[in-house]
């Protein structure tokens, strides 16, 4: 299995803000899916991007999928308090089972 | 409906005891995942179940770590002779099928003193 790459490391913004968070991965894969962790909680699924789709919106999030380059983002818009967590992309392989998670991209958005 | 459970959610014990650490996951999910998260880090995978079989279990750190899952449903995490190093949050999944989302619990804090 592969790990997915978060970056940046940390980042911090103010509420209303968008906040866009990179994920890169090294091989083919099946699906990208992205996590938040709230603090002392488990992760909570965010989003399944499939590798023949380009782009998928729900709610306040766009995620983006470009296999070329082995990269996808994921954009949070209109940011609130709330929001506040860190944020996991786990890249599934084609014959994947398992979830490989990275150090993750801690968010804090300021009230 | 009921989320993924784990019990219990905090646990402290002395160097050298064993533990045993308990997921209930969503009833219907044939997939079930452990991972290890320590502090400030991302999540490393320890075992997967399919049904009842564990077709994965490369992330088990040493032979001190063990699982089973009994009924296709109910999974025990066992770490015999804790080390200091054990300490970490023990976090448990399910999905559907195996590569879909996963459903997580809240964890068990485990702290080895």
């Known amino acids: 299995s592969q790990q997915g790459e978060e970056d940046p490391q940390a980042l911090s913004i103010q509420e209303g803000e968008n906040a866009t968070m990179n994920c890169s991965y090294k091989?083919?894969?099946?699906?990208l899916q992205w996590y938040r962790q709230n603090s002392g909680r488990g992760l909570v699924h965010l989003i399944l991007i499939r590798s023949n789709e380009r782009e998928k919106h729900s709610g306040r999030l766009r995620v983006t999928l470009d296999t070329s380059k082995k990269s996808s983002s994921l954009l949070i818009t209109a940011s609130r308090a709330a929001d506040t967590a860190s944020y996991f992309c786990?890249?599934?392989?084609?014959?994947?089972?398992?979830?490989?998670f990275g150090e993750g991209t801690q968010l804090t958005v300021n009230p | 409906g009921a989320g993924v459970s784990q019990s219990p959610s905090n646990k402290v014990t002395e160097k050298g005891k064993d533990v045993e650490l308990r997921c209930d996951p969503i009833?219907?999910?044939?997939?079930l995942y452990w991972y290890r998260q320590s502090l400030g880090q991302g999540l490393e995978f320890l075992i997967y179940?399919?049904?009842?079989?564990?077709?994965?279990k490369s992330g088990l750190p040493s032979d001190r770590f063990s699982a089973e899952r009994t009924g296709g449903s109910v999974s025990t995490l066992t770490i015999q002779r804790t080390q200091q190093e054990d300490s970490a949050v023990y976090l448990c999944?399910?999905?559907?099928?195996?590569?879909?989302?996963?459903?997580f619990g809240d964890g068990t804090r485990l702290s080895i003193l």
């Open positions: 786990a890249p599934v392989e084609t014959s994947g089972s398992r979830l490989t």
């Open positions: 999944a399910s999905s559907l099928v195996s590569g879909q989302p996963q459903h």
């Open positions: 009833s219907g999910h044939t997939a």
């Open positions: 091989t083919s894969i099946n699906n």
């Open positions: 179940f399919q049904g009842n079989s564990a077709p994965d």
